[in-house]
Nanobody, 119 residues
Framework: QVQLVESGGGLVQAGGSLRLSCAAS????????MGWYRQTPGTLREFVAA???????HYTDSVKGRFTISRDNAKNTVFLQMTSLKPEDTAVYYC?????????????WGQGTQVTVSS
């Protein structure tokens, strides 16, 4: 199974930047794509960005042009560079591994890291 450890969250002023990291270990053969989701109290977890093999990336519309997802395949690590942060970006950010491998779970999740953007 895949274990995910996130780091890099914190408190930042609006307009600032943060970089999240997520390192995967364990059953890394299960990794088909890596990505980030976020969640605020009382809401559903929402997709933020993902990167698949061949460095194909996807972003939710609200972060396009501000967030960049990248991946270090050798270290099984995914990054989320967040710039021009807005108060509405405040959330717990969760690292995700999605798997298409039949012997693996379809999704793995990190423990979450808090990002707070003050106005």
């Amino acid at each position: 199974q895949v274990q995910l450890v996130e780091s890099g969250g914190g408190l930042v002023q609006a307009g600032g930047s943060l970089r999240l990291s997520c390192a995967a270990s364990g059953g890394t053969i299960c990794i088909s794509a890596m990505g980030w989701y976020r969640q605020t109290p009382g809401t559903l977890r929402e997709f933020v960005a993902a990167i698949a093999h061949g460095d194909v990336t996807h972003y939710t519309d609200s972060v396009k042009g501000r967030f960049t997802i990248s991946r270090d395949n050798a270290k099984n690590t995914v990054f989320l560079q967040m710039t021009s942060l807005k108060p509405e970006d405040t959330a717990v950010y969760y690292c995700n591994v999605a798997s298409l491998v039949p012997s693996c779970d379809s999704d793995y999740w990190g423990q979450g890291t808090q990002v707070t953007v003050s106005s």
